[in-house]
């Protein structure tokens, strides 16, 4: 079955600009899940959606950054205003609910800002 | 202290070796522990989920987890080429909805 895709799979922007990436998730998945990862890092927690809501956005870095996912499937990641040091790899992932459930993740879109 | 703790590496292993990798947590609340294989350029792939004391078998690869220790470890067996990548722990945190990472080991499995 298909996998989480994510587009696009890569981004390059200018300091100032805004972006948006998209999520689309394992189909029955309803949790769903942003990472940031840096070079030579593990990912970094920003956001986790329940359904349609943001049940835990305490990873996200400040106001410039926003996620939705208005139907409960596809999730769109916004960062408004880019600066240099928002350069990384977003990635997806999504899961089941559970105490014991395993996150899958999407190729990821690597995003430059210059 | 970092929430999650590995040894950068690289860990160099001969083909054929068992390759042992290691990790310590902070978090004695959480019941569910991962490894994930990252290949240069790509995302994290979920190779072992492990959730209770002791060990887990799946194929060549083998996970074990002492909670009173804060310790979890990957071993592979008859290592290949192929297993040549980044090997991410991981744990549950904050009500079981985020993975807080280790920044991984790079192995490399040298014929």
């Known amino acids: 079955g298909a996998g989480v895709s994510q587009t696009p799979s890569n981004k390059v922007t200018e300091k100032g600009k805004y972006v948006e990436l998209r999520c689309d998730p394992i189909?029955?998945?309803?949790?769903l899940y942003w990472y940031r990862q840096s070079l030579g890092q593990g990912p970094e927690f920003l956001i986790y959606?329940?359904?349609?809501?943001?049940?835990?956005d305490s990873g996200l870095p400040n106001d410039r950054f926003f996620a939705v996912r208005p139907e409960g499937s596809v999730s769109t990641l916004k960062i408004q205003r880019t600066e240099r040091g928002d350069s990384a790899v977003y990635l997806c992932?999504?899961?089941?609910?559970?105490?014991?459930?395993?996150?899958?993740f999407g190729p990821g879109t690597r995003l430059t800002v210059l | 202290q970092k929430e999650v703790e590995q040894n950068s590496g690289p860990l160099s292993v001969p083909e054929g070796a068992i390759a042992s990798l290691n990790c310590t947590y902070s978090?004695?609340?959480?019941?569910?522990f991962f490894w994930y294989r990252q290949y240069s350029g790509k995302s994290p792939e979920l190779i072992m989920s492990i959730y209770s004391n002791g060990d887990k078998e799946d194929g060549r690869f083998t996970a074990q987890l002492n909670k009173a220790s804060q310790y979890v470890s990957l071993l592979i067996r008859d290592s290949q080429p192929s297993d040549s990548a980044t090997y991410l722990c991981?744990?549950?945190?904050?009500?079981?909805?985020?993975?807080?990472f280790g920044a991984g080991t790079r192995l490399a499995v040298h014929p």
């Open positions: 978090d004695r609340v959480s019941q569910s």
């Open positions: 991981a744990f549950l945190s904050g009500g079981y909805n985020k993975l807080i």
């Open positions: 189909s029955g998945h309803t949790a």
């Open positions: 992932a999504s899961s089941l609910v559970g105490e014991t459930v395993e996150q899958f």
């Open positions: 959606f329940q359904g349609t809501g943001a049940a835990d």
